[in-house]
C-alpha cells in the first residue's frame, strides 16, 4: 500500500499545483518564500510529524547496550568453540580441518590423529655411544622385569577407533576392514585401529627378545617356524620403515683414544617428534580388552585371502629357520 496516495498529500518533493489561469503564477512561486516551499515539500515530516516511522520502531530496541551485549555473546561462544577444539575435542567436527601439524602433513599421507593429536617436535641429541656408561637407559641394560616393564610401556600395541570416512581417505577398503558391533553401543561407521609407530616398535622389542633367546624361551623350549617367520617380518618391517623415512642427518667422525682409524661419533642432533604425546593419546582411547575378547566374525563379512601356505602350517616345530622351506611361507 502507498501511503503517499492514501492520505491525500501532495507527491513526495513537489511543489504546490498552481492553476493554468494564474498568468503571474511564476511571479508567485518567485515571491514564495523559502520557508514555505520547504514547508510544503517536506511530506515525510507531515506524514510522521506525531508518529515515529516503522523503521524507527523496528529497530528501536537495539541500543548502544544492546549491541554491545549480543557482540560479547557472541565473543564469548566463537571463543568457548575454539577452546574446547584445542584443548578438548578428540575429533573435529564433520566437515571441520584443523591447522594442526602443518609440517608433519607436508611429508605425511592421510592420517586421522594428524586433526586430533597437536604432536610438537623438539631438538634432541641421540645417545649414540658405543659403550653404556655410567647411567645407561634402561633399553640398553640386559633382560630383567624393570627391563621388559620398560620396553612395554612404549611397545604395548593398543586399539582405538576410526571412522569410515577415515578409512576411506587412509586408501583402504571401508567393506573389507573390522567394524565394531553397533550392539556394543557404536555408530555403524566405526572400525578398529593401531598405531604403526607403536607397531614398529613392538617389532623392534621382538627383535630385542631373539637376541636374548635362551632368557625368554629357555635351552629346551620348542619353537615353532611362527616364531621365525614373526622375526622375519618384523625386520621387514622395520627395514621397509626405515627407508621410507630416510633421512639426511649427517654423521661426523673423530679421532678417539686407543682407535687407529677415524670413529663416527654417532650422537647426532635430531629434530624428533614428542612419541610420549602420541603413546599418551593412544593409552588415554584405547578400547577396553574385554570389548575386543567379546568381538566374533559377524554373519556377513569379506574374507581376505589366505597366505600361499597354510597359516595353521606356521605352528609346526622348526628349532631353527632353516628347518623349513621359506618360499612356501
Known amino acids: 500500500m502507498n501511503i503517499f496516495t492514501t492520505h491525500g498529500f501532495p507527491k513526495y518533493n513537489s511543489l504546490p499545483s498552481v492553476p493554468e489561469t494564474d498568468t503571474d503564477s511564476e511571479k508567485t512561486l518567485l515571491n514564495?518564500?523559502?520557508?514555505?516551499?520547504?514547508?510544503?515539500?517536506?511530506?515525510?515530516?507531515?506524514i510522521y510529524d506525531n508518529e515515529e516511522p516503522p523503521f524507527r520502531k523496528r529497530w528501536g530496541f537495539l541500543t548502544a547496550s544492546a549491541c554491545i551485549t549480543f557482540l560479547n555473546i557472541t565473543l564469548l561462544i566463537g571463543s568457548s568453540f575454539c577452546y574446547y577444539q584445542a584443548f578438548h575435542s578428540?575429533?573435529?567436527l564433520?566437515?571441520?580441518?584443523?591447522?594442526?601439524?602443518?609440517?608433519?602433513?607436508e611429508f605425511s599421507y592421510f592420517s586421522p590423529l594428524l586433526d586430533v593429536i597437536d604432536v610438537p617436535t623438539k631438538v634432541e641429541q641421540m645417545n649414540g655411544s658405543l659403550f653404556p656408561g655410567p647411567n645407561p637407559s634402561i633399553f640398553r641394560l640386559p633382560p630383567s622385569p624393570e627391563v621388559d616393564e620398560a620396553w612395554e610401556s612404549v611397545s604395548r600395541v593398543a586399539m582405538f577407533t576410526i571412522t569410515t570416512q577415515d578409512v576411506i581417505k587412509m586408501g583402504k577398503?571401508?567393506?573389507?576392514?573390522?567394524?565394531?558391533?553397533?550392539?556394543f553401543g557404536f555408530p555403524p561407521d566405526t572400525h578398529l585401529a593401531q598405531f604403526d609407530s607403536v607397531h614398529q616398535i613392538h617389532c623392534l622389542n621382538t627383535l630385542r627378545k631373539a637376541v636374548f633367546f635362551e632368557y625368554y624361551h629357555g635351552k629346551k623350549s620348542t619353537i615353532n617356524r611362527l616364531y621365525w617367520v614373526h622375526l622375519s617380518h618384523c625386520a621387514g618391517i622395520i627395514l621397509q620403515n626405515l627407508m621410507c623415512q630416510a633421512n639426511l642427518d649427517v654423521i661426523t667422525l673423530n679421532w678417539v683414544n686407543t682407535q687407529t682409524n677415524p670413529f663416527p661419533d654417532f650422537s647426532v642432533n635430531k629434530k624428533c617428534r614428542d612419541y610420549g604425546v602420541i603413546k599418551k593419546w593412544q593409552d588415554e582411547n584405547k578400547l577396553d580388552d574385554e570389548?575386543?575378547?567379546?568381538?566374533?566374525?559377524?554373519?556377513s563379512y569379506v574374507e581376505i585371502a589366505a597366505p600361499l601356505q597354510n597359516i595353521m602350517d606356521a605352528f609346526e616345530e622348526a628349532k631353527t629357520p632353516w628347518d623349513f622351506d621359506w618360499t612356501t611361507m
Open 32 to 46: 514564495t518564500s523559502k520557508e514555505e516551499i520547504i514547508s510544503c515539500t517536506d511530506t515525510e515530516s507531515i
Open 90 to 92: 578428540k575429533k573435529p
Open 94 to 105: 564433520p566437515g571441520y580441518t584443523t591447522s594442526l601439524n602443518e609440517e608433519l602433513k
Open 173 to 183: 577398503d571401508p567393506s573389507q576392514t573390522v567394524r565394531l558391533p553397533e550392539s
Open 291 to 299: 570389548i575386543l575378547k567379546r568381538m566374533v566374525r559377524p554373519k
